[in-house]
């Protein structure tokens, strides 16, 4: 796989901001997004970035200055899509298992919101009856994504309101006359599979006769890049394709313009992340030869939480002849990142730079063992700017109170 930064810029931010680092390409979130926009329909297709993925308000500000809108997943997201200029028109809150004052809050300010639960529905209709159009996150059963922990559709999954309940979210709807706008579904992640997309479109298509106020179509996130080498993603094309036909399709059956939403996450920044760690240690063990990096399960968990694969280049020596390596963190858990991964010969010093840590990189990282969270760098028009700072032994002490 080749980086869409070169190796030597990677290495000279490492060099200026230390390790471990995180550094975002702006260029490869503006072309994803690009890429998006060639291939589906501007007149029915709107995009919201699911910024759960990555919150950093300068990647927020750059998300906003392509034309992109924002999904969020939490109040405070929405807060943060808000201070950066977001309108809120622009912004959607797909809430899960949700205190309901979280929800007013969100109608108080004025976005968009998905409700994925009957109970939560019921309060909303005797809280605002038809006055707030609404969407609603629909289960349709389907098991799909990269892995079980990322699906979310299935039939034991906890989110969305399962599509078997239509009768009782009919009701529902009349008794308080709420205005239904949207119906959504997310049915996980990683998804590269075209018809997986085409499942949703059937389910809404059995579900609009019954809700005549809705007019967006909400298709979720879960569009899948490539994380391995050779590895396809989503055929986008394929997908636009499709997607507009459909809604063609569901348009003139319903006898109204429906739009399409979808909430892509880890497509936008996912390859445009880029994670800078440094050897501590080399450690033979029989056959094993350990790795030791600067960085743990506190600073990208997806391959201890997901098994989730993520290439790693020794970026100082990228064309060394190749060793199997285990690579391993330095945090009091089995924090392995990589087992028998054919690295170029690493020197303990070198830097070890993993692809695809724009999403749910930095975003769930954490203080654990009590060691900082990286810095994190932004390059755009060839330059390396900080986005935010390293923690400091302060930043361990600034929430707590102090000894008497
Ligand atoms: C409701 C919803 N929308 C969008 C996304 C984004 O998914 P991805 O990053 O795979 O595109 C998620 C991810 O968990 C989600 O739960």
């Not at 809050?105 to 707030?132: C, M, P, Q, T, W």
């Not at 008794?175 to 949207?182: E, H, L, V």
């Not at 932004?378 to 361990?396: E, P, Q, V, W």
């Amino acid at each position: 796989m080749n980086p869409s930064i070169p190796y030597e810029a990677l290495n000279i931010a490492a060099n200026t901001y230390g390790t471990p680092l995180y550094v975002y390409h702006g260029e490869k979130i503006e072309s994803q997004y690009q890429n998006l926009l060639t291939h589906f329909s501007s007149k029915s297709t709107r995009f919201f970035y699911a910024c759960k993925s990555l919150t950093n308000i300068h990647i927020l500000n750059l998300v906003k200055n392509t034309g992109c809108n924002i999904d969020c997943s939490s109040i405070n997201e929405v807060k943060l899509a808000m201070h950066v200029g977001y309108d809120v028109e622009n912004i959607l809150y797909t809430s899960n298992s949700v205190a309901f004052e979280e929800i007013k809050e969100a109608v108080s300010l004025g976005v968009h919101v998905n409700i994925d639960s009957l109970s939560n529905l019921e309060k909303f209709g005797a809280a605002f009856g038809g006055r707030y159009p609404v969407g609603i996150r629909i289960r349709p059963d389907v098991m799909a994504g990269g892995n079980l922990k990322i699906s979310t559709g299935h039939d034991k999954s906890k989110f969305g309101i399962p599509y078997t309940e239509k009768e009782t979210l009919k009701n529902i709807q009349k008794k308080f006359g709420i205005n239904i706008s949207a119906l959504h579904i997310h049915t996980g992640s990683e998804i590269k599979d075209v018809a997986v997309f085409l499942q949703s479109a059937t389910v809404f298509e059995n579900l609009l006769p019954d809700f005549p106020t809705v007019n967006i179509l909400d298709f979720g996130g879960g569009f899948k890049v490539p994380y391995m080498p050779e590895e396809k993603g989503t055929d986008i094309a394929l997908l636009g394709a499709e997607v507009n036909k459909i809604m063609e399709k569901l348009s003139a059956m319903a006898g109204r313009n429906l739009t399409a939403w979808f909430e892509p996450g880890k497509y936008l920044v996912s390859e445009a992340g880029y994670f800078i760690t440094q050897v501590n240690v080399l450690k033979k063990s029989g056959d094993i030869e350990f790795a030791g990096i600067n960085s743990g399960l506190n600073h990208l968990i997806r391959p201890m939480f997901y098994d989730a694969y993520h290439h790693i280049v020794n970026s100082s020596a990228p064309n060394k002849e190749l060793k199997k390596y285990a690579v391993v963190g330095n945090i009091c858990e089995t924090d392995t990142f990589a087992w028998d991964r054919p690295i170029a010969s690493i020197e303990e010093g070198d830097y070890l730079v993993f692809f695809n840590a724009g999403a749910y990189g930095y975003e769930m990282s954490s203080n654990y063992n009590a060691r900082y969270k990286p810095a994190q760098v932004l390059y755009k028009n060839g330059k390396a700017t900080l986005i935010s700072r390293a923690d400091t032994f302060d930043d361990l002490l600034r929430l707590q109170t102090p000894l008497s």
